[in-house]
């Protein structure tokens, strides 16, 4: 327990009402841009500039107030709940739509495909639509042919359409990021035990396995595009594959920031005790639920795929 | 520790505080309250008798969203978080709330997420007009341009409510004074934990829902679009996992706030107080496995309907739990009626009857009957209406001589009481006649038949929406004035926020207190 009366209550503070403004702008700026305006954009990226600003400040300002001491152990277990809780919410987004694949595959497309009470449904609406997954013929192809205007892909993701596993991008995605996930560890472990080089290493060689993961899915992207005919509008198949993956690989990009900073706090500034590395703790929690994502993916996206 | 409330206007801009910070949620909660009760009364108005006379159908579609989604999100959600604000760091004895510049940022993120949601009444095409429920296709293939603007608003609503929450438990886990065990905090304080579990489980689906929604409109993705293999009640399944948890959001804090206030003018403590934690914390539990009760008539699996039905009805079991404690802390207590108590019972008995007509509805077969009917209409109002609108008004007519140092004027509160509860009675009493006779809800028109309930209620929409303007001016009379409090104010509450001094100081426990 801290001693009384320590609890750090910060004074006046200029940076919330700014991030407000700096989010606010980002968001119009983006519908303005969605919906056709011409000063979307310009809002838009003055919004982002504004936002990541406020925040470089605000990370900088709690930086420097607990390395002047300021924040005792509870306030210290403040931030533990915050961020613990924080990835929970980000564990509910993806369940929505984790939840959204489920459905699709599970109920939607059989009653489409007229199973159940789905038999009038497709007797009179999706006539001849069979459901499959991956789903390569859509309802609409199904019915209009040639006319469609929501085709599927001309080949899927799924593990059923590849001859062997060594040569499966997306085994070797999981073996980098399942691997990423134990050297962010020995990069904990090395700094509970004050070696810091060995933490720089560590902590480096994560990054960058970050980073080939990152570097593999684009490549797999530009594939699906320009050989699969996969695409975000490839039907319900390619909405959830790139929706789904193209979550997870955002937050892989943020995560890897996040740790890319830890690692140059690390390297420049020296930052991190062993006794006191929350900034670090957190950002590998982060890294280790995506990677806990990532498996999700792996056998929902690609191995059941 | 010393800094004291700065002067001007940057004490509310940049302030840390979360006295000031619950004082704004409240303003901007009240504010909202009056603009999402300016488009009720818009309804109101069209539909005081049969016809087309004030609005076109599409404002009228315009009004009834945008009187749900302020309601919901920015009357209902703020004036509890505000409460949560103000009250919870008093009443466990912390110095502030966890992290209390976050706490600023979660407060104005609302006012530039509204200002955006009320734009789209200006914009091109209007307003979003698809119901608060935004079901797709409605809002994706046949919405307004704006709807892109709403989805935003949504999402950045979201991340408040998620911050917001988060501080909350992050309060509630870590900041209270030795002594205050889990079982001895106040139930408001238990009734917000639990909330904010529910918000930061349920927000973050939200936000996924209406990405969903951004992704179909703009980026040609099929989740509603069956063409492609996706489903539109996919929509209403992910929506309703949100929506009613939320629909809980907006009632638990009501429950902690009567179940402070009964036993105060009942002179008795709180019969039952741990079913009451176990209670909340069931109904909390079982809201996450009834949502396609919302969905009888979409055309599921029998299964499912039986499922969600009686899963739906054991809701009832805490529910009662609940009402059967608040009625027997009552009995034979030393009753008095100020105002804050009047406004508790009326919520124990017309939220009671809220409840029975849910029971109601969640019987499938009957569902179909009521479904899309003014019944239902007339079921949510009264949930929400004496239950979290009443709940709010008897909260701050308790806490307000603690807020502010001086007592509101007794004669003018019971007058705004008795306004009120006759304004929602005879607004909302008659929906259930006309919604069981089959008036549908949502529709600017109606058969003559049923004119006369109609008039009713519009008389009644009226009389409710001028009541406001007394409790309004009532608060603001007590603010400038008005005969002191002492820092008990009532005979002999319970809770450390009766303690200290009133008005509250600016800092209050900086040291924690010690909790027997």
Redesign the interface.
């Known amino acids: ?1 801290a001693s ?2 320590t ?1 750090y ?9 700014l ?3 700096g ?2 702008l980002t ?2 700026g ?2 303005s841009w ?2 056709g305006n011409d000063s979307g954009p310009t809002v838009f990226f003055c919004g982002g500039v504004l936002f990541a600003y406020v925040l470089w400040v ?1 990370f900088s300002t709690v930086i420097s107030e607990n390395m002047a001491g300021l924040n005792d152990a ?2 210290k ?3 533990v ?2 961020m613990g ?2 990835i ?6 993806f ?3 984790f ?2 694949l489920w ?2 595959r599970n ?3 059989p ?2 495909g007229g199973e ?2 789905g038999a009038a449904t497709n007797e009179f ?2 006539k001849g639509f069979e459901n499959t997954w991956p ?1 390569m013929t ?3 192809m199904a019915v209009n042919g040639d006319a ?3 085709t ?1 892909p001309e080949q899927s993701m799924s593990f059923s359409q590849v001859d062997s596993i060594w040569t499966w991008l997306p085994f070797w995605n999981t073996v980098i990021l399942l691997t990423s996930s134990v050297t962010v560890h020995f990069a904990h472990t090395a700094l509970k035990n004050a070696k810091r080089s060995a933490f720089n290493s560590w902590l480096g060689l994560t990054v960058l396995l970050g980073i080939i993961f990152l570097v593999l899915q684009v490549w797999e992207y530009i594939h699906a595009y320009n050989d699969l005919g996969l695409t ?2 490839s ?5 959830t594959f ?2 789904l993956t193209g979550f997870h690989g955002a937050h892989v990009t943020l995560g890897t920031f996040m740790l890319l900073v830890m690692f140059l706090r690390s390297v420049l500034k020296g930052h991190f005790k062993h006794d006191d590395c929350f900034g670090f703790e957190s950002a590998s929690w982060y890294w280790h639920f995506v990677d806990v994502v990532w498996v999700g993916l792996f056998i929902f996206i690609y191995i059941l795929g | ?1 010393a ?1 004291g409330p ?1 002067t001007g206007l ?2 509310w ?4 505080n979360h006295k000031d910070i619950g004082t704004m949620y409240l303003w901007f909660s009240f504010a909202m309250f009056l603009l999402g009760g300016v488009f009720a009364l818009v309804i109101r108005a069209e539909l005081f008798e049969p016809g087309l006379q004030i609005v076109e159908p599409n404002f009228f579609n315009q009004m009834t969203t945008m009187h749900g989604l302020i309601m919901v999100f920015g009357a209902v959600m703020p004036a509890f978080v505000g409460l949560a604000n103000w009250m919870i760091p008093m009443m466990i004895g ?3 709330m ?8 979660s ?3 609302l ?3 509204f200002a ?1 949601l009320t734009a789209t009444l200006f914009m091109e095409g209007g307003a979003p007009n698809f119901g608060w429920t935004f079901y797709a296709p409605l809002s994706t293939t046949y919405a307004p ?1 704006s709807v ?2 709403f ?3 949504v ?2 609503m979201g ?1 408040s409510s ?1 911050m917001g ?3 909350i ?3 509630i ?3 209270r004074a ?1 002594g205050m065990t889990l079982m001895k905090m106040p139930l408001f304080v238990w009734t917000w934990l639990i909330t904010a579990y529910l918000l ?6 939200l ?3 209406v990405t ?1 929604m ?2 179909d409109i ?6 509603f ?7 539109p ?2 929509f209403q ?2 929506f309703w ?1 949100f929506g009613h948890p939320e629909v809980y959001i907006m009632i638990l804090p009501a429950f902690g706030v009567v179940s402070a206030i009964i036993p105060t003018f009942a002179r008795k403590p709180l019969f039952g107080y741990a079913s009451m934690v176990y209670a909340t914390a069931s109904i909390a539990f079982l809201s996450f496995i009834v949502w396609a009760h919302h969905m009888f008539t979409v ?1 599921m ?1 029998l299964a499912g309907e039986l499922f969600f039905m009686y899963a739906t009805m054991l809701i009832a079991v805490p529910t009662g739990v609940k009402v059967f404690n608040w009625v027997t802390t009552m009995f034979k207590g030393a009753m008095t009626f100020e105002t804050p108590m009047l406004f508790s019972i009326a919520f124990v008995i017309l939220f009671t009857i809220g409840g029975f007509s849910g029971l109601m509805l969640a019987i499938a077969p009957a569902d179909f009957q009521y479904h899309d009917t003014y019944f239902v209409v007339a079921h949510f109002h009264y949930v929400l209406v004496p239950g979290a609108i009443f709940s709010i008004t008897a909260a701050v007519y308790y806490w307000l001589p603690k807020w502010c140092g001086n007592m509101y004027n007794e004669t003018m509160g019971k007058t705004h009481f008795w306004l009120a509860f006759l304004g929602l009675n005879l607004t909302f009493f008659p929906m259930h006649f006309v919604g069981l006779a089959g008036m549908p809800r949502r529709i600017p028109d109606y058969s003559l038949q049923f004119a006369d309930f109609n008039m009713i209620a519009s008389c009644g929409a009226f009389l409710f929406g001028a009541a406001q303007i007394l409790f309004l001016f009532n608060v603001i009379a007590t603010i400038r004035g008005g005969k002191k409090a002492t820092a008990e104010v009532w005979e002999n509450p319970e809770g450390l926020e009766w303690t200290v001094a009133s008005p509250a100081p600016y ?1 209050t426990f ?3 207190p010690d909790v027997k």
């Open positions: 327990m009384e009366g609890y209550v910060p004074e006046q503070s200029k940076l919330p009402i991030a407000s403004l989010l606010f968001v119009f983006a519908a969605l919906n605000w509870q306030l277990r403040s931030y709940w915050g809780w924080f929970f919410s980000e564990v509910m987004f369940a929505a739509f939840g959204a459905y699709v109920l939607a497309l009653w489409l159940g009470d609406l999706w789903l859509t309802p609409d469609a205007r929501v599927g975000l509008q039907g319900i198949y390619g909405t790139f929706m | 520790m800094h700065a940057s004490r801009m940049f302030t840390t912390a110095p502030d966890a992290l209390p510049r976050m706490n600023n940022w407060f104005w993120i006012p530039f997420a955006m341009p892109t603007f989805i935003f608003a999402h950045i991340a998620i929450s988060i501080n438990i992050a309060t886990l870590n900041m030795p930061i489980a349920v927000m973050p689906v936000a996924g829902v969903m951004l992704m703009h980026f040609g993705t099929s989740f679009d069956a063409a492609g293999g996706g489903d009640v996919l399944h992910i996992f055309g699996p800092h900086s040291v924690p």
